[in-house]
């Protein structure tokens, strides 16, 4: 049987070995993904971001402890952001959830930002989308906040959370261009130290510096100690609400609209990229450009045309 029928069929080691396949990049995932997609759409999808260490990790294995108290079923990709030489931050990851190995109902994945040359948000979806199908209620993507290709990733989810930590208010002003914009929640972490309520008040008064529309979604600010699971249950609490006013104010068919598109253009993209490149790679033409670029003979400009036309033309 192939992958993506045992998957429908609940066949959890399927699943693991599908995601492990498009970790690798195997042509066949493709396929299997194929076949998928139809099942996909029902999954309630948070991306959880913040800088590093503030406790995301701690704050979304409570989330899942909270969700599995609902009876729902919890997908968790985490994208380990730790360079080749430490290797720390999966095991990290692995032990903080480690309450849930046993759990069925908790299947959870990490996903090294190595070696992907920019097809880490293809792969972080594609992974969504397997947990989506295997019947996940709810999938919760973690990464580090820090640059552009992880926003592109919590874009993937419906609610984005961020999470802050007390005592960053230089930080914020630093990192608000980006992440002020993508959070439609923001937790202060680690609320038992000081500084929490200043750090959440000053959170507060750059988002009232937005103007919201009359329906629109105020983001909020709240406060959680995820060590000791206090304010996760409220959390969870404003993560549904959030989800519900997508749904009943109409704005998830934009935010659809959206999340399709980047994600068809950055399917298109990289198998168009694949594709011409390694053909030119391989027919040996590359060394040809690039001697020819080195004795300025040739240009690159006209060679990337000419093998547009070369290939893409009908
Ligand atoms: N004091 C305090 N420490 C906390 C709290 N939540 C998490 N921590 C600790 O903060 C450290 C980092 O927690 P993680 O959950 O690994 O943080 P993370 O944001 O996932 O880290 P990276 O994935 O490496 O960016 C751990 O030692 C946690 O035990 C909290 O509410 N209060
Ligand atoms: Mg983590």
Redesign the pocket.
Known sequence: MALAERILDGDIRAAARLMRNIDDNLPSSRGELQELYSHTGRAFLIGVT????????????QITAAYRKQGKRVGVV?I???SPFTG??IL??RI?MNRHAEDEGVFIRSLATRGHMGGLSRSTADVANVMDAMGMDVVII?T?GVGQDEVDIVRLAHTTLV?M?PGMGDDIQAIKAGILEIGDLFVV?????DGADKTARELNLMLEMNRYAPGAWRPPVLR?????N?GVEELVGKMDEHHRWLLESGEINQLLQEKNTSLFQTLLKERLFAEVYGGVARSGKLSEILEGMLSREQDPYSAVEQILAERLSP
């Not at 913040?50 to 294995?61: E, F, H, I, Y």
Request: a negative charge; proline letters at 8%; aromatic letters at 0%.
């Open positions: 913040g800088p590093p260490g503030a406790g995301k990790s701690t704050l979304v294995d985490a380990d952001p730790t720390g931050a990290g990851d903080r973690e580090v999470v930590v972490n680690k609320a038992d130290r959680t100690e995820a060590q000791r206090v």
